[in-house]
Structures are given as structure tokens and as C-alpha cells.
């Protein structure tokens, strides 16, 4: 039995180092194949310990107890909250409360006592998503239909108006704006941002930092009002900050809560905002227009109710495209309900169209062969619609097996790149016109860029992106990897004037020289001590960063 037990640990030892350094597998398969690993050979060495004779045997046997004693003791005392991009557990201690069941209340909400927690069912298998971050879970039917029930929300509906009411206030730092995932053209490319490259002499000075409530929203800002989503106990929140002291200016709730042991708690989209207004979509479809000055609300719809779309299971984390007066949001529901467009004013249906169950990516407006489009990276296909009556233009299948978050990429007019993690990796899809019909077709795949739920970047014929967490360039016409290196993790890329500002899973913030030539890290500074999926936001100089605890504003040398 010993020497049996001693070839076992030998073997597992040596898969251990195969899987780690050999094998090309995906960060979570990695991470699964080791733990397993780890336990087999954790379990054949108390074995081995059991078994010695000898003057030893009462160490090695006590040794042996105290392991097995510890085996025990760790799910007893701490509990899951959640998994690093690669699968790996965070481990908190079981009965501390959680942080967003703690927070104090937010003023500017009508109700300012919190109702009964609502739960949701723990999903079994993965996080996926935004990310958003990017960075991604359902209510069981039951429960899903009970949350979308209640009242949307805590504030009563305001009159539709053309403009903001009261007139929009003055405030520090209104000259500067980030209205929507991923900047002004949902790209992730900031041009008009002049970041000093030496942090070394004129470092990052953080201006605040303050707690917020759980989920992986991203910021926006515009006007000098920041604007979150967050889990705050059973209320889903949206919240604006004042984007110069953080101080909290008014905030909307809706009686739902999301939740996941795996992928984390609380909404996962970012806000839009659009001139008098901010159109946010909670986890579970709830979709709001609050008026941005007040927060008061204008109008909601369930998506799950309205286009008879049940939530995914990672929660919903597509924000919202506002345009030409519509809102547009991929609903993934049946019978021509895949995407679903509302009136910005007064929230009636204005189209819908396509066939796919929703994925996890944002709609967004790319002009291909000449003509916009509202391209949606769904489920199961990367399509095309009309963005005036939602009629579905085209369609490139895409296989069913992984999430599908990161927002679609345009190339040229007539090509457009999507990648997806979990070892699926990317594909350029040119589109041609054949008469009034447009028909897609693969240029080339590719597995050297998995983007899992981060988004890349295009740059002088070049995408940038984080293939399973590692930073990597790649030739956009052919589909060949130019260089791989920097472990930055499942965090956010942007492309910010003429350098590649990464945000990275372990709270770093790292400049990066985007060149096809090697990978060249500039500076870095550390935001957070924490797991950053969160989307960044980036406007002049001011850099808005969070986490599901904690949020903090950067100045940058400039």
C-alpha cells in the first residue's frame, strides 16, 4: 500500500506540472484539473501516513488525523463567495454577514427600510460573465416570477417630459463624460484621453473611495453625476454619486435580488445614460428609465414578462443601447422576440425581431456594408437587425456550448470579429450582399484569442485583448498571434488616446504600449485589493473604478 500510495503522489505530481505548464487548456479547466490533482494527492498522503510503522507511526497517524480534521473544518467555518475568472474559490468565513447586507441606507430612497432578502437558487456550473467585464447565474422560475411580481419600484412614476425637471444642476466635473458601456461609441476606444506613461514621478492620485453594494455593474458619468448599479441587501439599486466626492445624490430600488454562490450577487450591466435620462437593466430583466437628475422613474417593464424571455443563467448583464428615441435590449425571447426596442419616453414596444435566446453581450450600433446595424452576439448566433423595424438582417451561427459576452468588434465595412472564452476562441465573419439579403461567412477562426467576458480592442490593424487572462495581439487579416504575455487575469481592456489601459482581476490598473512588436508594460498602479470584473470608466482625466465592495476615483497624470 505505501508504495502504491508513493507512485500515486510521484504520478500526481508530475500531471500537476504537465497541466500547469504543458497542456494548452483554458484557465478553468487548468484550475479544476489541479484542484482535483491536489485532493487525489492530499487524500493518498494520509493514506501513506496511516500506513507507516515503525517509531514514526504515532506523528505520522496524529499528522494524518489533523489533516482530515482540517479537510472537515474548512467547509464548516468558510463558505464559497465566489470564483476568480479561472475557476479558483474565494473562500470567506461562513458566518460573517455579507458586505451588502451591512451597508448603511442610501438617501434620496423613498423607502428607506429594506425588505426580507429574496434568494436565488445557487447555480452549479459557471461564471461567465461581466463582466463586464468585464467579469456573469438565475432565479428558479418560481422565484424568478415572484421577484418580477412586486412593484419595480420604490418611487413614483414622473410625467414624461422632453427635457430634465428640475434644470440640471451645475456640478464639479460636468465637462467630462462616460455615458455608456465602454465609452461614447460602445468600442472601448477613449481617443481623446492624454495619459502621462511616467507613474513613477506623477503617480495616480485617488481623489475617493467609498463602500457600494455587490454586483459587477460598471460606472458612467456625465454632467458630474457618477451612476452604479449595486446590490444592497434585497434591493437592487440604482445609485448616483457625485462624481468628484463620491457623496451619494439619490438612488432608485427595485424589490429583487440576485444571487450566486459561483459567479457573485447583485446586477451586472451598466447604465446608459441619454440626455434626461438613465436606462438601467437589473439581473433579472428588470428594465428602468429613471430621469438622471432625480432618479425618479419614468417607466419599467419585466423582460421576462413582457417578452416572455426567462433570465439567463447568469444573470442579464447587456446593457442597454439607446437609439433614435428607442431603447434596445437583447431579450432573447420566442416568436420574434430575441431583440426587443421600446420607446425611450414612454416605454411602449416600438419593434422586436430574431429568434435566438439571449447571450450576455450588449447590443450595439456598427455601420456594416454601409448601413447601420444593431449587431447582438446572442446564445446561440452573431446577427444583424434593422435598427428601425428590428428585422433580422443576418445571422452567422455560433455554437451553443459557452457564454457569449464580449461585445461584437467591427473590422472594416464588411467584416466583424466575436471571440468567446471557455476554449471556444474567435471568428472574423465577413458579410456581401446577395440582392436584399446579406449573407455572413467565416474569413478564419481562431483559438488564439478566448475573450472570455472581457472586451478587446482594435488598434492600427491589430486586436488586443485578454485570451484566458493573458494579454495577447493578434493580426485582425489573418488571425496569427504576434505576442502573448502578461497574466493581468480576467479583468477590462480600453484603449485610452495611444496606449492600452488594462484593468486587471487583482485590482492593478497597467498601461501597456500597443504595438505589434512585443508586449511592453509602461506603468502600473494597485486600485484595489480585490477581484476587479467590473467594466472601467474614463473620461479626461479622471478614471472610475469598482469592485462588488468598494468603489474609487483616480486622477491621472495627464
Known amino acids: 500500500m505505501r508504495r502504491l500510495c508513493t507512485l500515486a503522489l510521484v504520478l500526481t505530481g508530475i500531471a500537476i506540472v504537465v497541466v ?8 478553468e479547466r487548468r484550475t479544476l484539473s489541479t484542484l482535483g490533482l491536489t485532493l487525489f494527492a492530499a487524500l493518498m498522503t494520509v493514506v501513506l501516513l496511516f500506513t507507516v510503522r515503525g517509531r514514526w507511526r504515532a506523528a505520522a497517524r496524529t499528522a494524518a488525523t489533523l489533516m482530515l480534521v482540517a479537510g472537515l473544518a474548512i467547509p464548516v467555518l468558510f463558505r464559497v463567495r465566489g470564483l476568480t475568472g479561472d475557476f479558483f474559490p474565494v473562500l470567506e468565513y461562513r458566518f460573517a454577514p455579507k458586505p ?15 425588505p426580507p432578502v429574496e434568494q436565488a437558487a445557487e447555480a452549479e456550473t459557471d461564471p461567465g460573465v461581466e463582466a463586464t467585464g468585464s467579469a456573469a447565474e438565475s432565479l428558479p422560475d418560481s422565484a424568478a416570477s415572484d421577484a418580477e411580481a412586486v412593484p419595480a419600484a420604490d418611487t413614483e412614476p414622473a410625467p414624461v417630459r422632453d427635457t430634465p425637471a428640475p434644470a440640471a444642476v451645475a456640478r464639479a466635473g460636468a465637462d467630462v463624460s462616460f455615458p455608456q458601456f465602454l ?17 513613477s514621478t506623477r503617480p495616480p492620485k485617488a481623489i475617493w473611495r467609498i463602500p457600494v453594494g455587490a454586483g459587477w455593474s460598471g460606472f458612467v458619468f456625465d454632467r458630474g453625476l457618477a451612476i452604479t448599479q449595486e446590490q444592497r441587501g ?11 466626492t463620491g457623496r451619494p445624490v439619490w438612488s432608485h430600488r427595485d424589490r429583487v435580488r440576485y444571487e450566486s454562490v459561483i459567479a457573485g450577487d447583485g446586477p451586472r450591466a451598466t447604465p446608459t445614460i441619454a440626455g434626461p435620462y438613465v436606462v438601467t437593466l437589473g439581473a433579472t430583466g428588470v428594465l428602468n428609465v429613471l430621469e438622471f437628475e432625480t432618479g425618479r422613474r419614468v417607466w419599467t417593464k419585466h423582460i421576462a414578462e413582457d417578452a416572455s424571455a426567462p433570465t439567463p443563467e447568469w444573470g442579464r448583464s447587456g446593457s442597454p443601447l439607446v437609439l ?20 425611450l419616453k414612454t416605454g411602449a414596444r416600438v419593434w422586436a425581431g430574431g429568434t435566438s435566446t439571449a447571450g450576455y453581450a450588449a447590443p450595439t450600433l456598427l455601420t456594416l456594408l454601409g448601413r447601420p446595424q444593431v449587431v447582438v452576439f446572442n446564445s446561440d448566433s452573431l446577427a444583424g437587425h434593422d435598427p428601425q423595424t428590428g428585422a433580422l438582417l443576418w445571422s452567422q451561427p455560433w455554437p451553443k456550448q459557452a457564454p457569449n459576452v464580449a461585445m461584437p468588434m467591427r473590422v ?19 458579410l456581401a450582399a446577395s440582392g436584399d439579403a446579406i449573407e455572413p461567412s467565416v474569413v478564419w477562426e481562431s483559438l488564439r484569442l478566448k475573450a472570455k467576458f472581457t472586451n478587446p480592442v482594435l488598434h492600427e490593424g ?30 477590462q481592456t480600453l484603449l485610452a488616446g495611444d496606449v492600452l489601459l488594462v484593468t486587471t ?10 504595438t505589434p512588436e512585443r508586449h511592453q508594460e509602461i506603468a502600473r498602479f494597485t486600485a484595489f485589493d480585490a477581484k476587479m470584473w467590473n467594466p472601467p470608466a474614463l473620461a479626461g482625466k479622471y478614471l472610475l473604478l469598482r469592485t462588488d465592495k468598494e468603489a474609487a476615483l483616480f486622477e491621472l497624470p495627464q
Do not use: N
Request: glycine share 16%; proline share 5%.
Open 20 to 27: 500547469r505548464h504543458v497542456l494548452e487548456l483554458s484557465g
Open 100 to 114: 451588502d447586507t451591512t451597508l448603511p441606507a442610501l438617501p434620496g430612497t423613498r423607502d428607506e427600510a429594506a
Open 183 to 199: 465609452g461614447p461609441g460602445r468600442t472601448g476606444i477613449i481617443p481623446d484621453v492624454r495619459i502621462a506613461r511616467d507613474w
Open 234 to 244: 434585497g434591493d437592487e439599486m440604482v445609485v448616483a454619486y457625485e462624481l468628484l
Open 324 to 343: 433614435d428615441g428607442k431603447v434596445i435590449v437583447s431579450a432573447g425571447g420566442p416568436d420574434g422576440q430575441s431583440v426587443v426596442a421600446y420607446d
Open 412 to 430: 472594416a465595412d464588411d467584416l466583424v470579429l466575436a471571440s468567446t472564452g471557455y476554449g471556444m476562441g474567435s471568428k472574423l465573419v465577413r
Open 462 to 491: 491589430f486586436v488586443y485583448g485578454l485570451d484566458d487572462g493573458v494579454l495577447t495581439c493578434i493580426d485582425v487579416e489573418t488571425g496569427e498571434r504576434r505576442w502573448k504575455a502578461g497574466r493581468y487575469g480576467h479583468g
Open 505 to 514: 482581476e487583482d485590482g492593478a490598473v497597467v498601461l501597456v504600449e500597443p
